[in-house]
């Protein structure tokens, strides 16, 4: 199994009125993970668009578990949980400096076409990067 890590700049902007992440920002982690892992295994979201294509969450979950504050050091691990031909499930954990687990979660991803947004098949469209995914996912 493969896991990417991206290093999280905490920004005090990303604090709520209790001085710790806003539970929401923890979503635009998650896509730092993503993006940073589509990219480590060679692939890239803008070809995808570019090839007509996008890829929308589908389904989010997130559980926390620790809290993060501003000055924090922190870094999210980004997995692929699930890659059916049809949906793909990446996993995730935000760790703290200490890599004590704060957040972990899931986001499910589904493509469609440009112009009619109507699903089609991972495993069809992108057969390289599914096979890639499949050799290393959980």
């Not at 990417?4 to 635009?28: C, F, P, W």
Request: hydrophobic residues 35%.
């Amino acid at each position: 199994m493969f896991i990417s890590k991206r290093e999280i700049q905490v920004l005090y902007a990303d604090t709520d009125m209790m001085g710790v992440i806003y539970h929401a920002n923890y979503l635009k982690y998650f896509e730092l993970g993503r993006g940073g892992m589509v990219e480590d295994v060679g692939y890239s979201y803008i070809e995808m668009e570019n090839a007509g294509y996008y890829a929308p969450v589908y389904d989010v979950t997130a559980t926390y578990k620790k809290p993060l504050r501003y000055g924090d050091k922190a870094f999210v691990k980004t997995w692929i949980e699930l890659n059916d031909g049809i949906k793909t499930i990446y996993g995730y954990q935000v760790v703290n400096g200490q890599d004590e687990l704060c957040v972990e979660g899931t986001t499910t991803h589904i493509i469609v076409k440009k112009e009619t947004f109507k699903p089609t098949s991972f495993k069809k469209a992108f057969p390289e990067w599914f096979l890639k995914y499949e050799e290393i996912k959980k």
